[in-house]
């Protein structure tokens, strides 16, 4: 059977959610980032913008995700702490987010919310919040040489978390798609 032009089936996308700071942050995380380039290259961080992830990289076809509103309407605000550098294993470098318990709880009732309304499988993975600095491209015998440094610097920022973010994969960067308020 011949597909009717005009008439293609919505192709699978890739998204996650996550939390994006204020842009003097943005820029700081970004020259950290450009920072792991340069010094170790290790760019492949640079394809999204600072962010504190939510719900990992998943496939939908849906075009609409308007019920992300209702569920951030009914979240607060809330601040956050980030504090110094740390890293997962030999793979990824990040600023560390300090896991309050309202960015636990926003993440854990997202995680479900989005399991039952759009149908994400939830990841079953424990929640670490960070944001990332250097990794896949970020090679092994690099790995010391890259964590001595950014380990040595300080890093000490807080912000209020105001909004969930969409973020959609164009094919070579993340971009925000869609942005949530949340309530005050």
């Known amino acids: 059977m011949k597909k009717q032009p005009g008439k293609q089936a919505n192709a699978e996308q890739l998204y996650f959610i996550g939390l994006l700071p204020p842009e003097p942050i943005q820029q700081e995380v970004t020259a950290f980032k450009q920072q792991a380039l340069e010094r170790f290259g290790a760019g492949h961080a640079l394809t999204s913008p600072p962010h504190v ?11 609409d995700f308007s019920a992300l509103s209702e569920f951030a309407d009914a979240q607060s605000t809330f601040d956050l702490r980030l504090t110094g550098f740390n890293r997962f294993d030999q793979k990824v470098l990040f600023v560390e987010v300090d896991a309050n318990n309202e960015l636990v709880a926003l993440q854990k009732e997202l995680e ?7 149908g994400v499988v939830p990841d079953y993975q ?37 909004a969930l973010s969409l973020f959609k994969y164009n094919g ?5 798609m869609q942005e949530w308020g949340l309530n005050v």
């Open 126 to 162: 424990p929640y670490h919040p960070h944001m990332t600095v250097a990794f896949k491209d970020l090679k092994r015998p690099i790995f010391p040489q890259a964590w001595a440094y950014f380990s040595e610097q300080t890093y000490q920022r807080s912000f209020t978390a105001n």
């Open 53 to 63: 992830p939510l719900i990992p990289p998943f496939r939908s076809t849906r075009p």
């Open 172 to 176: 070579k960067t993340w971009e925000v």
């Open 112 to 118: 479900l919310y989005v399991h039952y309304y759009l």
